[in-house]
């Protein structure tokens, strides 16, 4: 199927903002795109993504007071940086990529 570049390229920035603005400017796109189910898609993406960040950010901080924890919280900063530009990219390109776990809920949810 063949999107819009408009479309496309919402789809790119909602991946790059969720890098600065976490959970924000997913949400905000994802609210106010109702009539993209492919804009609306990456943007449930990557705030189900960031959520999921948060929630391992969490239990790592937890491991951490026995110092577990923190190989595990540094692993998770690259991870938060480069997994969105790579989907971002994609989504340019027009592709439904899908992150692991989170991207098959979001399908599901958006009707893809």
Avoid: D, T
């Amino acid at each position: 199927m063949s999107y819009s570049n408009e479309e496309r390229l919402w789809a790119l920035l909602v991946h790059l903002l969720s890098i600065v603005s976490s959970i924000i400017a997913p949400l905000l796109v994802y609210l106010i795109f109702k009539e993209s189910a492919f804009v609306r898609y990456h943007a449930l993406q990557a705030l189900l993504f960031q959520i999921a960040l948060w929630c391992l950010g969490a239990v790592f901080v937890i491991m951490s007071f026995c110092l577990i924890g923190i190989p595990f919280l540094i692993a998770l900063i690259p991870v938060q940086l480069i997994w969105p530009i790579y989907a971002g990219v994609k989504a340019n390109f027009g592709e439904l990529y899908e992150y692991p776990v989170v991207g098959s809920i979001a399908r599901r949810s958006v009707g893809i």
